[in-house]
Each structure stands twice: as C-alpha cells, then as structure tokens.
C-alpha cells in the first residue's frame, strides 16, 4: 500500500512498561507527523508472546495519552489500515512468506535449536547461518524437494529464513546519520517464521510498514542493525522503503546506553509510569526529551507541545548521544510546576502526603500550602519533606538553627511577642498583622529583625528556613501558632 500523505509509526512491544526512550521515539514520531501534516500511528509488535506482559499495551496506552501523545490511529482507532496488533495480522505474514518462498528469496529450515547449537560449538562463536553455512545445514536448499515436501507434510517444525544474496552490499540515507551501509557477508540468513508459526520482528515490521502505508521510519539507534535485513526484505518484495532516521542514544551521566542498572545507580527512574506516579509534570518531560537528541537552532528551552510541532526537523537531530540530565529534568518540572493552580494539585498532594502518614487538611489549608511551597519545590514528591511542619507541629528543632538563634535572652523575646500576638483572634490574625506586631517588639527591645525573627520560625516550624514565616502562621492559625511557640519555649529552655 503507498501513500504521498507523511506517514510515521510508533511500534512497541508490550514486554515491559514504558521506557522513556520509547516516550523519546513516539514524541519525534509524532513531532514529525504533526509538523508535516501527517499521520501518527500507534502499532503494537506483540508476535514475541514468550515475553509479553500483562499489561504493558495497557501502560503504552496511558502512558502515550498522559503526555499528549493521542495516535490518530490504533487500537481502537481504525484509519483503515488495521488491525493494529501483530498478534491480529498473522495470516497476512504466512502469505508474505509464503512469496518470499516461492520467489527464491527465502527457504524452508528444519534445523532444531539442538543442531544449530552443536554447529556453533563445533565452529565457534563466529557461526552464523549464512551463505557459507547454509549449504551444510538442513533446509529446502540441501534437501530433494520431494523430501522437503515430505517434512513438510508430516508436520515437522521448520522455520522459513531470508536467503541473503552473497557478495552484495545494502545502502541507505539516513535523515539522521547520512550514508549507511552494510556489507552481505555481515548479515546472516535471519528467521522470518518461526516455529511456532509467528513471524519474527523483521518480517512482522516489515510487512506491516509496506501495508499501512508508512513513509519514515523514526526509531532508536539500537534498531540500525536490523536496517539492512529490512532493505533486503524491501527488495525482495520489490517494494520502494520508508525513508529511515535513527535517533541516538540516550546516555546515563556515568557514561555508555542508560540502562536500568546505570540509571538506578545515578537515581533515574527508566519507566514512564514511574513519572506519573510520583506526580511529575507531563509538559516538563515531554519539553526534556525533545531536547535529548534534538534542539531548535536557537536558545529557546521551554516549547509547549503545540510549538514544539511547529519547529521540530529531523535535520537538527544529533548523531551523538544525549546524556540523561535529571538536574535539568527537575529544572523543567519546577518551571511547569509553578505554573500551576494550587487548586489543580490537591488530588497528587493528598496522595503524596498520604505515603508519608500526614494528614492534609482541609482543601482551602492544604491549597494554601501548596501555594507556599511551589516556589520551594522542584516536584510534588518533595512536598512532604519540604513542607512537614505544615501538616504536623515539630517534635525536634533543626540543631545547627537551634545554635545560631536561641540564645539567653531569647525566650524572654518570643514571650513578649507571644503576648502581642495573642490579642488577634479571628481575621485579625494575618501576615501583615503579625510581623507589624514583631517589629514592634524587636524595635523596643533595640535588637535586629533575625534575633526574634529565626527564633519564631524555629518556634513555628522546627527549622531555620522555609516559605514566608508570617503567611505560614496566618495558615497555620491562632491557636496552632500560639500551641507551636509555647511548646519551643519550654523544650528549649531546658
């Protein structure tokens, strides 16, 4: 099937949540579809069911949806081209094969997995089943077709594999990395049915790349390999290829691909998933991505989605490796963070402080400290650390503030603004209210504001610093405010 519409895929396999670098290649596929005025198309490559997990479609799904990225078609969004599962379209890959067969560009292979191994051991790690090997194995090249036909008859498990031509080279232009090419003599004769009567990757790929249509192939460095087995499976067929671009690597700090290890050891999380559970900022991933490969020709660094489609080219994709920076990550979510409404993050808050054991308070109270705290924070994970006083009165006092701030005659100081304040009930107890009233008492005693001030917000909060002290207490209330002072002044004093 051809199309002159720009067609681009996102393909993942559900063996496992998520990777980032996955949400990396979906988001250029869909930059690039967007910007050309082109399709976006979600496909699942599920034909490897030994590693399929329960599940994973259903984290792609959400995890696509959570950061914007809405296919236009899919699992249950038929553009015509459907299904959209491999699992779903295995007939159409028997019947592909079944040409390749009969055009003389792959053969039938009754070789067990106990034969192959016995030849590599006897020949060593180099073997490969190729076009020196293949005349020695057994398959439908070696074998009378009367006995080919026979095996074949009885049911004898087999595996159709891709004769590739000898002495041949296969190159491409790469929209990311130029020129590629690979010599024959590298490549082996690889499986495209197997067994068990799915396709492998390479065919199911393939096939369904032809089928739907799609005219760029967006995919991960790691992929590049596989490049010359899919343009001589295009030959094959006689069908024209997608233009390829393949993105690079993302790097862990420590050096080399981001692997789970190398990223749990520098404190990355690897999963989409791990993101919207711990309440980052979809706009703040999706922003830190693009530019991991990628970037605009200028200085910019912060693009909504929507500019993001208007400005991205393949040609301002890196042929190097981008290294995974969770400081610049945090930066990111704290800008998108901010930008928010208190009131937008109550249900994330509750349940961020519920891992913790506190308890949030009402709506209007937890939204008042969310308010106070955004500037403070880089991601709603930090809230409860950040701000604990405000959901609990302290039980210990920061020692290294407790040194600097209580001295002799500083219980006699909060005493006396103990006093001062304790005559605002009700509305009268506010910010502006309260540290007119400390101004008095630090003005009549011929002191600095610090002297009475970092004692109160010690008092108040058990720590040296934090968000606007006199707000803080208007939230926290008369009768919490006047508990927390008078409690510090005692357990200090000791």
């Given at each position: 099937?051809?199309?002159?519409?720009v067609r681009?895929r996102?393909?993942?396999?559900?063996?496992?949540?998520?990777?980032?670098?996955?949400?990396r290649?979906?988001l250029y596929?869909?930059?690039?579809?967007?910007?050309?005025?082109?399709t976006?198309?979600l496909?699942?490559?599920?034909?490897?069911q030994?590693?399929?997990?329960?599940?994973?479609?259903?984290?792609?799904l959400?995890?696509?949806?959570?950061?914007?990225?809405?296919?236009?078609?899919?699992?249950?969004s038929n553009?015509?081209?459907?299904p959209?599962?491999q699992?779903e379209?295995s007939e159409?890959?028997?019947?592909?094969?079944?040409?390749?067969v009969?055009?003389?560009?792959?053969?039938y292979?009754?070789?067990?997995p106990?034969?192959?191994e016995?030849?590599?051991?006897?020949?060593g790690?180099t073997?490969?089943?190729?076009?020196?090997?293949r005349?020695?194995?057994?398959n439908?090249?070696?074998l009378?077709e009367?006995?080919?036909?026979q095996?074949?008859?009885?049911?004898?498990p087999?595996?159709i594999?891709?004769?590739?031509?000898v002495?041949?080279?296969?190159a491409?232009?790469?929209?990311?990395?130029?020129k590629?090419?690979f010599?024959?003599?590298?490549?082996?004769?690889?499986?495209?049915?197997?067994?068990?009567?799915?396709?492998?990757?390479?065919?199911?790929?393939?096939?369904?790349?032809?089928?739907?249509?799609?005219?760029?192939?967006?995919?991960?460095?790691?992929?590049l390999?596989?490049a010359?087995k899919?343009?001589l499976?295009?030959?094959a067929?006689?069908w024209?290829p997608?233009v390829?671009?393949?993105l690079?690597l993302?790097?862990s700090?420590?050096?080399g691909?981001l692997?789970?290890r190398?990223a749990e050891?520098?404190?990355i999380?690897?999963n989409v998933?791990d993101?919207i559970?711990?309440?980052?900022?979809a706009?703040?991933?999706?922003n830190?991505?693009a530019?991991l490969g990628w970037?605009p020709?200028?200085e910019r660094?912060?693009?909504?989605?929507?500019?993001?489609?208007?400005?991205?080219e393949l040609?301002?994709?890196?042929k190097?490796?981008?290294?995974?920076?969770n400081?610049?990550?945090?930066?990111?979510?704290?800008?998108y963070?901010?930008?928010?409404?208190?009131?937008?993050l109550l249900?994330?808050?509750?349940?961020?402080?519920?891992k913790?054991?506190?308890?949030?308070g009402d709506?209007?109270?937890?939204?008042g400290a969310?308010?106070?705290?955004?500037?403070?924070?880089e991601?709603?994970a930090?809230?409860?650390e950040?701000?604990?006083?405000?959901?609990?009165?302290?039980?210990q006092?920061?020692?290294?503030?407790?040194?600097?701030?209580?001295?002799?005659?500083?219980?006699d100081?909060?005493?006396?603004y103990l006093?001062?304040i304790?005559g605002?009930?009700?509305a009268?107890?506010?910010?502006?209210?309260?540290?007119?009233?400390?101004?008095a008492?630090?003005e009549?005693?011929?002191?600095?504001?610090?002297?009475?001030?970092l004692?109160?917000?010690?008092?108040?909060?058990g720590?040296?610093?934090?968000?606007?002290?006199f707000q803080?207490?208007?939230l926290?209330?008369?009768?919490?405010?006047l508990?927390?002072i008078g409690t510090a002044?005692q357990?200090?004093?000791?």
């Open positions: 099937m051809t199309t002159s519409q681009v996102f393909a993942p396999s559900p063996t496992g949540w998520l990777h980032i670098g996955g949400l290649t979906a596929n869909y930059l690039f579809a967007r910007r050309n005025g082109g976006f198309v496909r699942i490559e599920d034909t490897d030994k590693r399929y997990v329960e599940g994973a479609e259903a984290d792609i959400e995890s696509l949806r959570w950061a914007g990225l809405e296919a236009d078609e899919g699992p249950g553009g015509g081209y459907g959209y599962r699992s379209r159409l890959y028997r019947r592909y094969a079944a040409q390749l009969e055009s003389g560009h792959a053969y292979a009754f070789d067990t106990e034969e192959i016995a030849t590599r051991e006897a020949v790690e073997f490969k089943y190729d076009a020196i090997t005349n020695k194995m057994k439908s090249l070696t009378s009367a006995e080919v036909q095996r074949l008859s009885s049911g004898e087999y595996v594999r891709l004769m590739v031509p002495g041949d080279t296969v491409f232009e790469d929209m990311v990395r130029g590629v090419r010599e024959a003599s590298e490549i082996d004769d690889q499986v495209l049915m197997k067994s068990d009567g799915l396709p492998t990757y390479h065919l199911a790929n393939v096939v369904d790349d032809h089928e739907m249509g799609i005219t760029h192939v967006i995919r991960g460095e790691e992929w390999p596989s010359p899919h343009m499976l295009y030959r067929f006689g024209t997608p390829m671009a393949h690079p993302i790097m700090p420590a050096g691909k692997s789970k190398k050891e520098q404190g999380m690897v998933r993101y559970q711990n309440h980052y900022e706009q703040a991933l999706v830190f991505l530019f970037n020709g200028d660094e912060l693009f909504t989605l929507e500019e993001l489609c208007e400005v991205f040609d301002r994709v890196s190097s490796g981008a290294v995974f920076n400081d610049k990550l945090s930066w990111y979510n704290a800008h963070l901010r930008a928010r409404n208190p009131e937008e249900p994330a808050a509750r349940a961020e402080l519920a913790h054991g506190m308890e949030a709506d209007a109270f937890l939204a969310i308010g106070l705290l955004l500037e403070r924070i991601t709603l930090q809230l409860p950040a701000g604990a006083f405000f959901f609990k009165a302290p039980e006092y920061d020692e290294k503030a407790v040194k600097k701030a209580w001295k002799a005659d500083t219980a100081l909060i005493n006396t006093a001062e304790s605002l009930e009700g009268a107890f506010e910010a502006a209210a309260l540290k007119a009233a400390l101004m008492v630090i009549k005693a011929g002191v600095g504001m610090g002297k009475l001030m004692p109160v917000r010690l008092a108040v909060t720590v040296g610093g934090g968000p606007d002290l803080t207490m208007q926290l209330g008369r009768e919490e405010v508990g927390r002044v357990k200090l004093a000791d």
